[in-house]
């Protein structure tokens, strides 16, 4: 199983978030522990992937080594990217 670390920048995204839509996004990462590739993406161009969840993306990074999924970024779908 995979630990999970949330970077600052995704913490203070979740925050201004309504609560109800913060545990959802929450409730999906944690969900992806046991086997985050089935529902990971990788990005183009880069050593990232990204989550969908809803209309939020998550940008993750994987160190296998160490079994760890690292949340560098969430935002909105529309300028998660930018």
């Known amino acids: ?11 203070d995204f979740l925050k201004k978030l309504q609560r109800k839509d913060a ?8 969900s992806i522990r046991e086997n985050p ?14 989550l969908r ?3 939020y993306r ?3 990074d994987v160190i296998i080594s160490l079994n760890k999924i690292i949340v560098i970024r ?8 930018d």
Not at 1 to 9: D, L, P, R, V
Not at 37 to 50: A, D, P, S, T, V
């Open 58 to 60: 998550a940008i993750i």
């Open 1 to 11: 199983m995979y630990s999970i670390q949330i970077e600052k920048n995704a913490e």
């Open 23 to 30: 545990e959802v996004i929450l409730n999906k990462i944690y």
């Open 37 to 50: 590739f089935r529902y990971l993406k990788r990005l183009q161009g880069e050593k990232l992937w990204r």
């Open 74 to 81: 969430i935002g909105h779908r529309k300028n998660i990217y």
């Open 53 to 55: 969840v809803g209309d």
